[in-house]
Nanobody, 123 residues
Framework: VQLQASGGGLVRAGDSLTLSCAAS????????VGWFRQAPGNEREFVSC???????KYADPVKGRFTISRDSAKNTVYLQMNSLKPEDTAVYYC??????????????????WGQGTQVTVSS
């Protein structure tokens, strides 16, 4: 199983980016896919997740700005990030879990972490 996160870059505040999480060896239709991020000096934190049955969840700091979606045919989960802020600067990671819905914001419930993609938002 391999997850590959991509799509990061250097953008200005207010810009948009779309991250992709592509998988091999696993079907996203059978797992919840989560996005996490880690800023320098900070712990990795939950951003959003897309469940195997289509439910979504967002962390409060990104609600209304980020949208998670899945393309089952491509076995890829996307994170559309709008109105980016400097505080969104971090390395973004994707991973999968089969934990219960109430625990899918917990990093230790996830496995098969991708390598991460850097998002830098300048002010």
């Amino acid at each position: 199983v391999q997850l590959q996160a991509s799509g990061g870059g250097l953008v200005r505040a207010g810009d948009s980016l779309t991250l992709s999480c592509a998988a091999s060896g696993v079907s996203f239709r059978r797992h919840t896919v989560g996005w996490f991020r880690q800023a320098p000096g900070n712990e990795r934190e939950f951003v959003s997740c897309f469940s195997w049955d289509g439910k979504t969840k967002y962390a409060d700091p990104v609600k209304g700005r980020f949208t998670i979606s899945r393309d089952s045919a491509k076995n890829t989960v996307y994170l559309q990030m709008n109105s980016l802020k400097p505080e969104d600067t971090a390395v973004y990671y994707c991973a999968i879990t089969n934990t219960i819905w109430g625990r899918n914001t917990e990093e230790n419930m996830y496995r098969n972490w991708g390598q991460g993609t850097q998002v830098t938002v300048s002010s």
